[in-house]
T-cell receptor, first 114, second 114 residues
């Protein structure tokens, strides 16, 4: 299993600014995932973050808009850059430890852009 | 592309009513199937999962789901719901071609009236 701590839990930001979301895991994991959950919608994978390599982004998401850092096996950050109201969403960090069959999720960061 | 659909956007039941939430996926290969629940203000939690073996799987809190391969379905059931079951329910798949990330359905909001 894994326990994930995600910060901040919520924030209200001005358009044009950037917000960095932190994800801390209580165990070492190879891959960490970042999802977006827009209001009333399901989870959409933004990118997969591997320690020691560039993150892999899904279609529709680019590094300039959502830069990701993965400095070690227990930590990752996602930055939402140059925000607009359309970026208002819940952003979730997730891991699936080796030997585990399920994914574990952080509590999410509720972002509102005004 | 792989996808997951859920039959209902919002289900409203009275306590003690029976529940069935539909989930269908599009993928022709071997899949792993999950139901996650998100209680108000909380993070996603695993309800149950199917990998192989008995297609009827039992999860926490009296939930069960049946995998019907011929119908590409994995419906969630509970014989008698409680007010505390009010939550958002997500069906998810993880197949060989998905790597370790998950594809989520759009979610079904369940409201149980006391």
């Amino acid at each position: 299993s894994a326990v994930i701590s995600q910060k901040p839990s919520r924030d209200i930001c001005q358009r044009g600014t950037s917000l960095t979301i932190q994800c801390q895991v209580d165990s070492q994991v190879t891959m960490m995932f970042w999802y977006r959950q827009q209001p009333g919608q399901s989870l959409t994978l933004i990118a997969t973050a591997n320690q020691g390599s560039e993150a892999t982004y899904e279609s529709g998401f680019v590094i300039d808009k959502f830069p990701i850092s993965r400095p070690n096996l227990t930590f990752s950050t996602l930055t939402v850059s140059n925000m607009s109201p359309e970026d208002s969403s819940i952003y979730l960090c997730s891991v699936r430890p080796r030997g585990d069959t399920e994914a574990f999720f952080g509590q999410g960061t509720r972002l509102t852009v005004v | 592309a792989q996808s997951v659909s859920q039959h209902n956007h919002h289900v409203i039941l009275s306590e003690a009513a029976s529940l069935e939430l539909g989930c269908n996926y599009s993928y022709g290969g071997t899949v792993n199937l999950f139901w996650y629940v998100q209680y108000p203000g909380q993070h996603l939690q695993l309800l149950l999962k199917y990998f192989s073996g008995d297609p009827l799987v039992k999860g926490i809190k009296g939930f069960e789901a049946e995998f019907i391969k011929s119908k590409f379905s994995f419906n969630l059931r509970k014989p008698s719901v409680q007010w505390s079951d009010t939550a958002e329910y997500f069906c998810a798949v993880n197949g060989d071609n998905y790597g370790q990330n998950f594809v989520f359905g759009p979610g079904t909001r369940l409201s149980v009236l006391p």
